[in-house]
């Protein structure tokens, strides 16, 4: 079969803006061949997350969406209980502090000595016991079509992003079958899970048809993150490590990697995999991509 593609925005509910203000600027240098040259670089900043009272992280990210990160973080991290009740989010551009309030009193000093590092980039570490209640979870088991994962992947990398732009950043989308309806991107893959996340938190948006798309590696916490959000099915650009394979196999998660034009490699849920579409119907990806994705 032939796949449809369609280069408009029309199925997002949150695009990238490439071009909104503070979130790149233009630096000058010079080239290999030493001539003035000016690029655009993403900018960074400092985020400092509180729940109620108490300060739990500064993360530092591109600066947009950041109500959707301080939920979403603390929702991944197991801090906000899935019956809380949320009465304030509270972002002060001038301080970069958001304050997520509950009606439940909450404390997690404990929880903040111990911490493991990951292998991830920006927040670069979780909570020790990010992995509880991790045993109690199974995925359903949904089936996916190749031509959604083909036609999702084309539409995600033709969509104008701050990665096309200026690179050094990561790009994570929520999806729904080969619709891709929030793409969220940051420095860290991890803040742009945890935006979509919040994204999820805020909206009531359901995770039990959905599937998350990232253009980073798909290691644990990746997949444990995805599973505690619900969500069944996990595809990325890049590779896999042993750990996060492991995982997914074990929670059900359906995992695709090394997704690049006609290609892609399934190591966990190959049997909810239904192959409609020839690989050989699929456009090989665009040279720029290719160089684009060699350069994170």
């Not at 595809?235 to 990697?257: D, H, M, N, P, Q």
Request: charged content about 25%; hydrophobic content about 40%.
């Amino acid at each position: 079969m032939q796949l449809a593609i369609r280069d408009d925005l029309s199925d997002y509910i949150i695009a990238p803006d490439p071009g909104a203000a503070r979130l790149t600027r233009a630096v000058e240098g010079f080239d290999q061949n030493g001539q003035a040259t000016q690029i655009s670089v993403v900018e960074e900043r400092p985020l400092t997350i509180f729940l109620n009272s108490q300060e739990i992280v500064t993360a530092m990210t591109i600066g947009d969406y950041p109500e959707y990160l301080a939920l979403g973080f603390l929702r991944n991290q197991g801090m906000l209980l899935p019956d809380d009740r949320i009465t304030g989010t509270d972002y002060d551009e001038d301080l970069e502090t958001v304050v997520v309030r509950t009606e439940r009193e909450t404390s997690y000093e404990e929880k903040l000595k111990k911490k493991t590092r990951t292998s991830g980039c920006a927040v670069g570490t979780v909570f020790g016991d990010m992995m509880e209640g991790l045993e109690d979870v199974r995925l359903p088991a949904v089936q996916v079509r190749t031509s959604w994962l083909y036609d999702l992947s084309a539409k995600i990398n033709r969509t104008p992003s701050l990665y096309l732009e200026a690179g050094a950043i990561h790009g994570t989308v929520l999806c729904h079958e080969n619709r891709p309806l929030v793409y969220m991107e940051d420095v860290g893959r991890h803040n742009a899970v945890d935006k979509i996340a919040g994204w999820m938190l805020s909206t009531g948006e359901g995770a039990h048809d959905k599937i998350l798309y990232t253009t980073g590696r798909l290691t644990s916490e990746m997949v444990i993150k995805t599973a505690m959000m619900g969500i069944p099915v996990l595809a990325s650009r890049s590779g896999f490590t042993a750990w996060g394979v492991e995982i997914a196999r074990e929670v059900g998660l359906t995992l695709i990697g090394r997704m690049r034009g006609q290609r892609f490699v399934c190591l966990s849920g190959e049997d909810r995999l239904v192959r409609d579409a020839d690989p050989a119907s699929v456009p090989v990806e665009d040279k720029k991509l290719r160089r684009k994705s060699a350069e994170r």
